[in-house]
C-alpha cells in the first residue's frame, strides 16, 4: 500500500465545472463556456466535456465520422481557423450516450493552442477537484543520492503533498552538489505547478541518468515556495528522510514526469 493518499473518483464520474472554461487557437478564443462538466475517463484526473454550443460554430469542421465508443456513439470533429488546420480535434457525442454527454464535445487538449480557467492559463490537462497540493517548508534532513554518491543535503526543504503521488522534496540550489548535475533542454509542465525552467541529467561513476532533476523558476501561485528550488525523482533516487532511507515508490508515470506533467518541446 502506498504512503500516500490515492485518487477516489471512479471512471465515467461527472460533475459540473464551475469554473469559466475557455481555449485558444490562432490567437482566437474557440470555446467559451460556464457550463462545462468533468468526466473521469480514468481515475487520476477528469476531462472537460464542454456544450456544443458553447463552441463557435465557424470553427467546426464536421468530419462525417461516427464511432461507436464506450461512453456512446459520437462525431468526429476538426477545426478550422484561417490557415491552421486541426483534423480530429475532438468528439461530440449524439442522444445515445452516456446520460449527460449528448451534446457535449471532448476535445483532445493539444488540438488548441491554450486552456484558461477563469483567466489562467492551465497545462496538460484539466486540475482534478479532488487533488489537493500543498507546498510546506519543513526542517526534517532530507539526504538525496544515488548509487552512494551523496547528490543534495538539505536541514529546510519544502515538501510538496499531491493528492496520488509520493511527497517530493524541493531543495535550495545551494544545497545540491552540481558538480553531478548536467543540464538538459527538457521542459515539462503540470496543471498544478506550471512550466518547469530547468532540467538536469545527473553523471555518476560515468553513467548518465537522465532528467533526474528539476526546477520551477515561476510556479504558480499556489506552489510558490518551490520557485527557484530544486526536485528530484523519489523513484530514480536513494531520499533518506529523518535519517531512515524512503523506499522508492512505484508509479505508472515514469518517466514521462509526475503523473501530471507533460513534456514540452523547447
Known amino acids: 500500500m502506498p504512503d500516500f493518499?490515492?485518487?477516489?473518483?471512479?471512471?465515467?464520474?461527472?460533475?459540473?465545472?464551475?469554473?469559466?472554461?475557455r481555449a485558444m487557437l490562432g490567437g482566437r478564443v474557440v470555446l467559451d463556456t460556464t457550463r462545462a462538466v468533468y468526466l473521469?475517463?480514468?481515475?487520476?484526473?477528469?476531462?472537460?466535456?464542454?456544450?456544443?454550443?458553447?463552441?463557435?460554430?465557424?470553427?467546426l469542421v464536421d468530419e462525417q465520422r461516427p464511432h461507436k465508443l464506450s461512453r456512446g456513439t459520437a462525431r468526429s470533429l476538426g477545426l478550422q481557423v484561417d490557415d491552421i488546420s486541426r483534423p480530429a480535434a475532438g468528439r461530440v457525442y449524439t442522444d445515445d450516450s452516456l446520460e449527460g454527454l449528448s451534446g457535449m464535445v471532448r476535445f483532445e487538449w493539444d488540438k488548441l493552442d491554450a486552456?484558461?480557467?477563469?483567466?489562467?492559463?492551465?497545462?496538460?490537462?484539466?486540475?482534478?477537484?479532488?487533488?489537493?497540493?500543498?507546498?510546506?517548508?519543513?526542517?526534517?534532513?532530507?539526504?538525496?543520492?544515488?548509487?552512494?554518491?551523496?547528490?543534495?543535503?538539505?536541514t529546510a526543504p519544502v515538501m510538496v503533498f499531491e493528492t496520488g503521488l509520493p511527497t517530493?522534496?524541493?531543495?535550495?540550489?545551494?544545497?545540491?552538489?552540481?558538480?553531478?548535475?548536467?543540464?538538459?533542454?527538457?521542459?515539462?509542465?503540470?496543471p498544478y505547478k506550471g512550466r518547469t525552467t530547468g532540467y538536469w541529467s545527473v553523471e555518476v561513476g560515468g553513467t548518465t541518468h537522465p532528467d533526474l532533476a528539476w526546477?520551477?523558476?515561476f510556479p504558480t501561485r499556489s506552489l510558490l515556495p518551490i520557485a527557484g528550488l530544486v526536485g528530484f525523482y523519489n523513484e530514480k533516487v536513494d531520499i533518506h528522510l529523518d535519517?531512515?532511507?524512503?523506499?522508492?515508490?512505484?508509479?505508472?508515470?515514469?518517466?514521462?514526469?509526475?503523473?501530471?506533467?507533460?513534456?514540452?518541446?523547447?
Open 215 to 217: 526546477s520551477y523558476d
Open 40 to 59: 473521469w475517463e480514468w481515475p487520476y484526473y477528469p476531462q472537460y466535456y464542454i456544450p456544443i454550443g458553447d463552441v463557435d460554430p465557424s470553427v
Open 168 to 190: 517530493r522534496y524541493y531543495l535550495n540550489r545551494t544545497e545540491i552538489d552540481f558538480e553531478y548535475l548536467r543540464p538538459t533542454n527538457t521542459v515539462t509542465a503540470c
Open 115 to 154: 486552456w484558461f480557467e477563469e483567466d489562467e492559463e492551465v497545462f496538460v490537462h484539466p486540475r482534478n477537484p479532488y487533488v489537493r497540493v500543498d507546498a510546506l517548508r519543513s526542517t526534517r534532513p532530507v539526504r538525496v543520492e544515488l548509487d552512494g554518491t551523496v547528490l543534495a543535503e538539505s
Open 243 to 266: 535519517g531512515r532511507l524512503l523506499e522508492r515508490p512505484v508509479t505508472h508515470f515514469f518517466p514521462s514526469s509526475d503523473r501530471t506533467e507533460a513534456r514540452l518541446t523547447r
Open 5 to 21: 493518499p490515492r485518487m477516489i473518483a471512479p471512471v465515467d464520474h461527472i460533475e459540473p465545472v464551475p469554473r469559466r472554461i
